[in-house]
């Protein structure tokens, strides 16, 4: 049975989202902390933040390999990937800078990461 | 026999919000995304548990609940049939039971309802299906 009609699926979609609770749940914490909108965060978030990181590359790739066809032909998916990469780069590239423009930078593109990623299951076509 | 739950879906599903949700086409996606957002703010601030962000903790968990009332609002009566959004009722009370619990206990609470909000997740994604 291939992989998208199996129960396995929706199983992975959830560590996908396990992952992202992880993830973008402590960059946007660290984001907010250099803005000044959360005074208190503790020092080190890099290890859930990485480890939520990892779980998403390698769940979303395994659904990215299960059905292919599906996700390059979804506009929602092409928005994705496309402002997955500019956040990505921002993240390794600017975030350490620990400038209030690369956490605005960070907060606005992981927010519309996961909207254009939300939307992949209302533009399939 | 008289279903409250029953005759509350069904009265939701007769409302005019109900149906000005489920025309939208961007209603439900929208509120969806922000249901997945606040997953990220919630969990987030959770998992790295300092007492310090409680403030923040409780208005993820508020955006929560109140873009999932809107999304159970958008299509009551299927959810209220589908087995594995009465699976994630089920784990949310128990969640809501744990944290009621005495301090005393607060030891093993976390991982406990840590395992629970993974079985949340899991369960949420299966509506989808079923």
């Known amino acids: ?125 | 026999m008289f279903n409250p739950l029953l005759e509350l879906s069904r009265w939701l599903q007769d409302t005019p919000l109900r149906l000005e949700l489920s025309q939208s086409t961007w209603a439900v996606p929208i509120i969806g995304a922000m249901h997945v957002l606040a997953i990220a703010w919630f969990g987030g601030s959770v998992l790295v548990n300092d007492p310090r962000l409680r403030r923040f903790r409780w208005i993820g968990l508020s955006i929560l609940l109140l873009t999932g009332a809107l999304l159970f609002w958008s299509q009551p009566v299927r959810l209220y049939y589908s087995q594995f959004f009465r699976l994630k009722m089920l784990l949310m009370v128990l969640i809501g039971a744990s944290a009621l619990l005495p301090a005393r206990h607060a030891r093993w609470a976390m991982p406990f309802s840590l395992a629970l909000w993974v079985g949340v997740i899991l369960a949420s994604r299966g509506i989808a299906y079923r």
């Open chain 1, 1 to 125: 049975m291939p992989l998208e009609n199996s129960w396995l699926f929706p199983v992975i979609e959830s560590i996908h989202v396990i992952g992202l609770a992880a993830f973008v749940g402590t960059v946007v914490l660290g984001d907010l902390r250099t803005l000044g909108l959360v005074r208190a965060a503790p020092p080190s978030l890099t290890r859930w933040t990485h480890s939520g990181l990892a779980i998403m590359l390698v769940t979303g790739a395994i659904m990215f390999f299960a059905d292919t066809a599906r996700y390059l032909h979804n506009p929602a998916f092409q928005v994705k990937i496309a402002l997955l990469v500019a956040a990505l780069i921002v993240h390794f590239a600017l975030r350490r800078s620990g400038t209030r423009l690369a956490a605005l930078l960070s907060l606005t593109l992981w927010t519309t990461v996961v909207l254009a990623a939300r939307a992949i299951a209302d533009f399939d076509v």
